[in-house]
């Protein structure tokens, strides 16, 4: 079955460390995007990328980093910059960019 | 960039009533308009949505209306379930967002029977 697939489920990480979220589709969808998610403020965009090899900032880059090396693979990494970690994030992904997007059934951090 | 609002946060209604969700948008640019539900503890579904050249579109209890000129949009859903309990956010997008989707803060939803 075709869907987009993000791990871990649950991630724990001690203050000051980096840590990499992976997002993975097989809908052979371009565009792919990064969202967070907080109780209120809804879902604010990271980063998104419309191809390979190339990616975009959103609202609230500060603190995150992200690649695109294959078509099937956008991970974010939340870096030691990032003042507030603790957070839902979402990966999803679209044929064309913004329409009908799928997303990833999220990946919790917990910063301690 | 393009700014939606949402409203209410909270919305609870009895089974068998209708449910409306509003929300307006600041980018007249913007072209593409869906509305996600997102169950507790996964990722956000895409419902329905519509496009700025359609002012309605209907999906068995669940429609969507369109006004260009006051910027907004609402979600209806008829006769509702309780498992139509869930959160809602409506979206945006234009190209000079590079088509990312801007979303609302979200819509609590509670069908109680």
């Known amino acids: 079955d075709g869907g987009i697939t993000q791990s871990p489920k649950y991630l724990f990480r001690k203050e000051g460390q980096n840590v990499t979220l992976s997002c993975e589709q097989n809908?052979?969808?371009?565009?792919m995007y990064w969202y967070r998610q907080d109780p209120g403020q809804g879902l604010r965009l990271i980063y998104y990328?419309?191809?390979?090899?190339?990616?975009q900032k959103g609202d609230i880059a500060e603190g995150y980093s992200v690649s695109r090396e294959k078509k099937e693979s956008f991970p974010l990494t939340v870096t030691s910059a990032q003042k507030n970690p603790t957070a839902f994030y979402l990966c999803a992904s679209s044929l064309t960019p913004g329409y009908g997007y799928t997303f990833g059934s999220g990946t919790r951090l917990t910063v301690v | 960039g393009e700014n939606v609002e949402q409203h209410p946060s909270t919305l609870s209604v009895q089974e068998g009533d209708s449910a409306v969700i509003k929300c307006t948008y600041s980018?007249?640019?913007?072209?593409?308009f869906p509305w996600y539900k997102q169950e507790l503890g996964k990722g956000p579904q895409l419902i329905i949505d519509i496009r700025s050249n359609v002012g309605e579109k209907k999906d068995q209890r669940i429609a969507v209306t369109l006004n260009k000129t006051a910027k907004h949009f609402s979600l209806h859903i008829t006769e509702t379930q309780p498992e139509d309990s869930a959160v809602y956010f409506c979206?945006?997008?234009?190209?000079?967002?590079?088509?990312?989707?801007?979303f609302g803060k979200g819509t609590s939803l509670l069908v109680t029977p």
């Open positions: 980018d007249s640019a913007s072209n593409y």
């Open positions: 809908l052979n969808h371009d565009a």
């Open positions: 990328s419309q191809i390979v090899n190339d990616f």
């Open positions: 979206a945006a997008t234009n190209s000079n967002s590079g088509y990312a989707l801007n």
